[in-house]
């Protein structure tokens, strides 16, 4: 395979996360707090969901940078002014003692890793036939399917969305959604992101009563098919070793690209 872009991975990967942040921001109910998105120096982007002060996900950095490291306290401050923890990845490319050296002197500490693993889309992957199961895009199945059960489960139902509204969002984002039914019940779900020629594959979503039934792997098989139609020549995903979406990845073709240094300070 070819050698591994760690900066355009990292680029997508901050496309990534600003496109869920305005997605859940277009979702959310009327009575929830937006996360937020603030910049800090020449660069350095940090979210904040205040209704989510554990979230490992909304409430960290990215887009840090060389130029951006004297931004870091200023940013932290912003995070403990709401007793909200903060995050940030070091892919290798910018894990270096300054990186290091300035995120401890803005109060984080290293918490672990994250392994980032890649395949090239040149084929797909055989998985287990199931007459079952079935895989679909959120646009097939009908957006209400996807909304309604799973993203809207709500104490008082969202009143200022309409369903069309929402349809739109999500056959015109970058972002899709694929579900998997097994007899006609929703079982798991997955997304897929692509920018340029990278596709980046969250990991799915499975109901517990539907775990072991090939959910995951059908899912993966099914977005490497769109990240072909969308020619793109990379696909990448992220997620912890020894987990069930890493022997899934695994099994499927993907390889390991590289770990990214976990950072928080909480």
């Not at 500490?109 to 036939?129: I, N, Q, S």
Request: a negative charge.
């Amino acid at each position: 395979m070819k050698p591994i872009e760690f900066d355009e991975i990292d680029t997508v990967s901050t496309k990534l996360d600003l496109e869920f942040t305005k997605l859940n921001n277009y979702l959310a109910p009327a009575d929830t707090a937006p996360i937020q998105e603030k910049q800090f120096g020449s660069s350095l982007v940090a979210l904040k969901d205040s209704g989510k002060p554990n979230s490992t996900y909304y409430n960290r950095i990215i887009c840090m940078n060389t130029e951006s490291l004297d931004a870091l306290r200023g940013a932290a401050d912003w995070y403990r002014d709401d007793d909200v923890s903060c995050n940030c990845s070091l892919p290798p490319q910018k894990t270096n003692e300054q990186s290091v050296t300035a995120l401890r002197a803005a109060g984080f500490h290293y918490v672990g890793t994250d392994a980032v693993y890649f395949t090239r889309p040149t084929e797909l992957p055989k998985v287990e036939d199931n007459p079952a199961m079935s895989i679909l895009t959120a646009e097939e199945a009908g957006v209400s399917r996807v909304l309604i059960p799973e993203l809207l489960s709500q104490a008082t139902a969202p009143t200022l969305r309409s369903v069309e509204e929402l349809s739109q969002r999500y056959s015109s984002s970058s972002l899709e959604y694929f579900l998997a039914f097994i007899d006609g019940e929703l079982a798991a779900r997955a997304s897929l992101f692509y920018s340029g020629h990278i596709c980046w594959f969250s990991n799915a979503i499975t109901k517990p009563e539907f775990r072991k039934r090939g959910c995951h792997a059908a899912l993966i098989s099914r977005r490497i098919r769109r990240a072909r139609e969308l020619r793109c020549n990379l696909v990448v995903s992220d997620t912890e070793f020894h987990s069930a979406s890493h022997r899934n990845l695994s099994k499927l073709g993907f390889q390991l690209a590289y770990m990214s240094a976990e950072f928080s300070n909480s």
